[in-house]
């Protein structure tokens, strides 16, 4: 059974990887802002929820006629900071923002998973699920800021920062899963796949 990624992020990859599974990663293109729009106030956890099954759900679409057996998994992970939910600010000068909110306080990072299971090319069964967890952030002076900003991580990832890169530097701790905040949950997914008839161990390369 082979286990498809439905996300190019390189650390949901490398958090798989190190965890002992190798999968396949198949990109979604998924249009967040629209499959966002179709839902009436959601909660956090709704939305993140919804737009990990809306890029599972393409993906499936794209690997039913190449994985017979796999189980497809959609990630999406956002911050939610002073009652807004924030997802990845894609330039500096957003970015700059979100940490002008961020620095000193704390977050919530909400992570949305969707597993579907394909059995002999048949769609065989779906779960979802999200993972809260707080972060607490310091306060970078502005020198470490324009340095952070200026090596461009934080532009493509959820909330502006990451636990296991650069940003790692400006976070005090958290209260949670840290798998979950690099953007993958290993004890949601395993709770996941249970429940789609799939023992992790048996994914283990």
């Excluded at 629209?34 to 599972?56: C, H, I, Q, R, W």
């Excluded at 911050?79 to 940490?99: D, F, H, T």
């Amino acid at each position: 059974m082979r286990f498809v990624l439905g996300s190019a992020s390189p650390a949901r990859l490398g958090v798989l990887r190190a965890a002992g599974i190798d999968p396949s990663v198949v990109v979604s293109g998924v249009d967040e802002d629209a499959v966002a729009a179709t839902l009436t106030d959601p909660s956090p956890a709704e939305l993140v929820t919804a737009l990990a099954a809306a890029k599972a759900e393409a993906v499936t679409r794209e690997v039913l006629a190449t994985h017979g057996d796999a189980v497809v998994v959609g990630c999406d992970s956002m911050l939610s900071i002073g009652g807004a939910m924030v997802g990845k600010p894609g330039s500096p000068e957003v970015a700059r923002e979100r940490w002008a909110a961020m620095a000193g306080r704390t977050g919530e990072l909400l992570t949305g998973h969707a597993v579907v299971r394909l059995t002999d090319g048949r769609r065989d069964g779906l779960a979802t699920g999200s993972h809260a967890t707080t972060v607490r952030f310091a306060e970078p002076s502005p020198d470490e800021l324009d340095a952070y900003l200026a090596t461009g991580e934080p532009l493509g990832v959820a909330g502006a920062f990451t636990l296991d890169g650069f940003g790692g530097w400006f976070v005090e701790g958290i209260d949670g899963d840290p798998s979950s905040v690099i953007g993958i949950s290993l004890p949601l997914t395993r709770k996941l796949l249970a429940e789609v008839g799939v023992s992790v161990i048996d994914l283990w390369r």
